[in-house]
């Protein structure tokens, strides 16, 4: 069992179904909400956990019924927490809209006490870090302390995952920090300038992001898999109708991080990423919907 440490955010997730964007101005009738935990470094960490990974997460929460629904979250699904609970500020939230027919979906974020952790906060999880397989994080928390999570991983021979998620400029060095990045066509597109839309274009795109310091870039390319640099396209594995995609990328980072803790080669692990995924988008939900690890093997052997 490898060792993951995840610096991310919890959220509540609150999602709305209804069969398209209101548009400005415009109040229409919904036909579902739900509330659930959330955020992507709270849902790469239940992912990976879920993989049989020992996963700790570095986060912030507020003192309010929102961290309780993180702690049990992360209780039930076996992630340890290293979190400081701020009283002045709030836990996170989010606004998920769902589009009925396709399963698509447009997030807003606020991610409250999230956005208070600094790089004292980071170094004070120096050791944590240091003694990890796989550091991973994202871009919902401050970007100095990703960058500082990085270095402290960085030098001390730490494998690094950067989701880069959402879409920012990053700062000078950063891309040099990570043996790997994730992120997908849009968020490519922001760090690159290549659009990507075609297997040649994904090759291209990686190819920049070597350029740039990346070891290992991978691009997630939704339905049709992960673009994985100096190999090609991994396919997606399909396993029934889509419900809802708003955990996948998260179901792909934590699947595959959990994947390379365990000193699995970089394109099988890839493939454990993608067979998350595509468990994932078949449920409703974010941290709710991903998979146990013996549901993800028994995908990965039916499709080979």
Known sequence: MGKVVILGVFVADTAYRAARMPRMGETILGNSFSLGPGGKGSNQSVACARMGAETHIISKLGADDFAKLALDTW????????????SGSYTGAAYIFIEEGTGDNAIIIAPGAAALIDIDDINSHAELIKSADIFVTQLEQPMVAAMRGLEIARGAGVTTLLNP???????????????????????CEALTGIAVSTEAEAALACEALHELGVVTPIITMGERGAFLYGHGLVPAV??????????AGDAFN?????????GLPTLEAVR???????????KSGTAPSMPKRGAVEALIQSSS
């Open 75 to 86: 209780k039930w699904s076996g992630v340890i927490p290293h979190v400081k609970h701020v």
């Open 165 to 187: 998620a959402p879409a920012a400029h990053l700062p000078d060095g950063m891309l040099a920090l990570c043996d790997y990045i994730t992120p997908n066509e849009t968020e």
């Open 238 to 247: 399909k396993v029934g109708s889509v419900i809802e995609t708003t955990g």
């Open 254 to 262: 934590g699947g595959f991080a959990a994947a390379l803790s365990e």
């Open 272 to 282: 454990y990423g993608c067979a998350t995924a595509g468990i994932s988008v078949t």
